[in-house]
């Protein structure tokens, strides 16, 4: 294909490195992503995972808005597909762009929502504050959705062909 690049050698190794990061954070339970503390009902106490931040997500969202909750499930769903991506990828050899930045902005959006939900409950009027902080899990899916991003932009280094030169036609004199 015309216009088409090829992934380097060291971007095919980002993108497994990074997709199996993403992957270990999302699917092993021991991989924290948040740990809150406090007494509040409406944020239990606890540590998790990937699985169980989509799940305490989709709880957190009232009930006249449940369609809502599903856009945690569809997150981590999304963050699957994310990861296939980036192995078909480092497979194919194809250049790819915002696969790991759309990976990105969903574990950003994720984080952002918890921090907010934590920092409502544990205003003045409260009499016990409710605390968040991040896992180490969470920091793998960061740091492997930026190394999907990178190894999808690593160009191969193949030299290009130097376009023939134009063939020109003279007159012959008799």
């Known amino acids: 294909m015309v216009g088409v690049r090829n992934v380097s050698g060291a971007g095919r190794g980002l993108l497994l490195v990074g997709a199996a990061g993403l992957l270990?954070?999302?699917?092993?339970?021991?991989?924290?992503w948040f740990t809150f503390s406090g007494t509040k009902p409406e944020l239990p106490a606890g540590t998790?995972?990937?699985?169980?931040?989509?799940?305490?997500?989709?709880?957190?969202?009232?009930?006249e808005y449940a369609?809502?909750?599903y856009a945690a499930w569809?997150?981590?769903g999304l963050l699957l597909v994310a990861v296939t991506a980036a192995i078909a990828v480092a497979g194919m050899g194809r250049r790819t762009r915002f696969v790991g930045a759309g990976a990105l902005l969903l574990l950003l959006i994720e984080g952002v929502v918890l921090y907010l939900k934590a920092y409502g409950l544990g205003l003045?009027?409260?009499?016990?504050?409710?605390?968040?902080?991040?896992?180490?899990?969470?920091?793998?899916?960061?740091?492997?959705?930026?190394l999907i991003e990178a190894g999808g932009r690593l160009p191969s280094?193949?030299?290009t062909m130097m376009p023939a030169p134009a063939a020109t036609f003279e007159r012959e004199n008799p």
């Open 124 to 146: 003045p009027p409260s009499d016990t504050p409710a605390v968040l902080s991040v896992g180490y899990g969470f920091v793998a899916a960061v740091v492997g959705s930026a």
């Open 48 to 63: 998790y995972s990937g699985f169980d931040t989509a799940q305490l997500l989709r709880s957190l969202v009232p009930a």
């Open 157 to 159: 280094r193949v030299p």
């Open 74 to 76: 569809a997150a981590f």
């Open 67 to 69: 369609w809502a909750g």
């Open 24 to 32: 270990a954070s999302l699917l092993v339970p021991q991989l924290s």
